[in-house]
């Protein structure tokens, strides 16, 4: 199958049938075979009777249906879990973002990109509550993850489903997954998309949001930035731990007059120490383990396919 189209819904009903309407009409003409894959996060209206109804019209439509609300990125997560396409598109079920894009992502991923990312350069939303607040996030965020794209949060995004399927999603991560593959060296592409004004429903995005987007940005940094030389990471943490353990073995040496500030300060020293070395040692052992992890894939690399057919036919 060439394209899965995901979709998360939480209550719109009243929108979720004009939605697999503009898909079906967006996909039609470009003769690639496709299935929907609409994604219920625990909708408490009638969302998942109504695409249950198309569905049973219309075998190409799949539903998920979540017991409870769990988010965003979970239901996506779920969406390509399930997806059997070669190229998936993901969007927002509100119909700001327009399914008649969807082909211009298509020619893009024919270009040899491995991700387009959509970008809403006329953003039909509150400036206050939420262009502002997204322009300063995307700037922090290039800066952090050094992928600089103008519109992480935009969630009409193509994927090779051989790399999208191997990043882990959870929390508010959908929204860092160029960054996460760009440790894989992927080509990324941004095109300009329409954005439409809600029309109905309620926006289930807001300010309460940022602080799990900036503890989520955080974890990408660590990731991005330890992935390839965990060692000298480790060992910059490990300068400081050892800095404050020769301060405070100075302090302890001029306090000695003083024999509980004396002992106190030693035994920080020493505490400092100690984790210096385990960092030092943490640091080795992910190196050893990042190394081993090169290994095998160069090996791998370095067999014919014939062979690596035989040997995923074994594990089998």
């Known amino acids: ?43 408490k209206d009638a969302t998942f009777d109504k695409a249950k109804e198309i569905a049973l019209k219309n075998p190409r439509l799949r539903v998920i249906k979540f017991r409870r609300n769990y988010g965003q990125t979970p239901a996506m997560a779920a969406g390509i879990d399930h997806a059997r396409g070669r190229i998936l598109v993901t969007m927002d079920g509100d119909l700001q973002n327009d399914p008649a894009d969807i082909p211009l992502f298509l020619e893009k991923m024919d270009e040899g990109y491995d991700i387009v990312v959509g970008w809403r350069h ?43 399927k191997k990043i882990p999603l959870y929390s508010e991560m959908h929204r860092f997954i160029p960054a996460m593959a760009s440790l894989s060296g992927v080509r990324i592409a941004e095109i300009k998309v329409n954005h439409n004004a809600r029309t109905t429903g309620v926006s289930k995005y807001g300010l309460s949001r940022i602080y799990k987007v900036l503890l989520d940005l955080l974890t990408i940094k660590t990731i991005v930035s330890f992935a390839s ?72 690399s370095e067999m014919t396919s014939e062979e690596i057919c035989y040997t995923t036919s074994n594990k089998n």
């Open 1 to 43: 199958m060439d394209l899965s189209v995901i979709v998360p819904f939480y209550n719109e009903e009243a929108c979720i049938e004009d939605m697999y309407n503009a898909l079906v009409g967006a996909l039609e003409p470009t003769g690639y075979s496709y299935e929907l894959l609409f994604v219920d996060d625990g909708s």
């Open 122 to 164: 006329k953003r039909q939303d509150k400036l206050i509550t939420r262009k502002i607040p997204s322009k300063i996030a995307n700037w922090i965020i290039g800066k952090v993850t050094g992928v600089p794209i103008k519109d992480n949060g935009c969630s009409l995004k193509a994927y090779r489903a051989d790399i999208i």
């Open 229 to 300: 030389r965990p060692l000298v990471w480790f060992g910059y943490i490990a300068l400081v731990m050892g800095l404050v353990s020769v301060i405070a073995f100075i302090c302890a040496m001029l306090l000695l007059s003083e024999a509980e500030s004396g002992v106190a300060m030693m035994g920080v020293s020493v505490l400092f120490a100690f984790l210096m070395t385990f960092l030092m040692l943490s640091g080795v052992l992910c190196e050893l383990i990042y190394k081993t992890g090169d290994q095998k894939v160069e090996d791998l």
